[in-house]
């Protein structure tokens, strides 16, 4: 079986349906993994000996060196769940790997708001000080244009 047949990719979603089940349930009794981690995605190898499972946790540092600690832990565990419930000819052995998409992804449109922002305000404080009046016309006479106003009239 390829890496990137139609059959992995069924294979890894199984499987990542499957532990996000497990972990959202609250099957793993284990008190260091945080309530909200999330399977990103997970990657099985062709002969469905290894599975690489990327996770994310929101919390701070602390609690994902924990989640993935309780993860690694629990991961015999969790084999033997999958074994019951996916019907493979061999289980895979989980490798957790924590994914930081999710955090990074949330700081960058963090930060395109406060660009946004920033950029809104500069405008308003230029429109402000181009002599636009409230109605939104222009005040030629206070930028100094008298001649153009002149020919504008003519």
Same mark, same amino acid.
């Given at each position: 079986?390829?890496?990137?047949?139609?059959?992995?990719?069924?294979?890894?979603?199984?499987?990542?349906?499957?532990?996000?089940?497990?972990?959202?349930?609250?099957?793993?009794?284990?008190?260091?993994?945080?309530?909200?981690?999330?399977?990103?995605?997970?990657?099985?190898?062709?002969?469905?000996?290894?599975?690489? !499972?990327?996770? =994310?946790? +929101?919390? %701070? /540092?602390?609690? @994902?060196?924990?989640?993935?600690?309780?993860?690694?832990?629990?991961?015999?565990?969790?084999?033997?769940?999958?074994?019951?419930?996916?019907?493979?000819?061999?289980?895979?052995?989980?490798?957790?790997?924590?994914?930081?998409?999710?955090?990074?992804? !949330?700081?960058? =449109?963090? +930060?395109? %708001? /406060?660009?946004? @922002?920033?950029?809104?305000?500069?405008?308003?404080?230029?429109?402000?000080?181009?002599?636009?009046?409230?109605?939104?016309?222009?005040?030629?006479?206070?930028?100094?244009?008298?001649?153009?106003?002149?020919?504008?009239?003519?």
């Amino acid at each position: 079986m390829r890496k990137n047949s139609i059959k992995n990719t069924r294979i890894n979603g199984e499987v990542q349906r499957e532990l996000s089940m497990l972990i959202s349930r609250g099957e793993i009794k284990d008190p260091r993994i945080n309530p909200m981690t999330s399977v990103v995605a997970v990657e099985v190898a062709p002969d469905l000996k290894h599975a690489k !499972v990327y996770i =994310s946790v +929101l919390g %701070d /540092e602390e609690s @994902r060196k924990s989640t993935l600690a309780g993860l690694k832990s629990a991961a015999p565990f969790i084999r033997g769940q999958l074994a019951k419930t996916i019907n493979l000819r061999n289980t895979p052995e989980l490798t957790f790997i924590m994914d930081q998409s999710i955090e990074y992804g !949330v700081n960058m =449109s963090k +930060l395109i %708001d /406060e660009v946004n @922002r920033g950029n809104s305000a500069e405008k308003d404080a230029e429109d402000e000080n181009h002599g636009l009046k409230e109605d939104g016309s222009d005040d030629l006479k206070a930028d100094g244009n008298d001649d153009l106003k002149e020919d504008l009239d003519k």
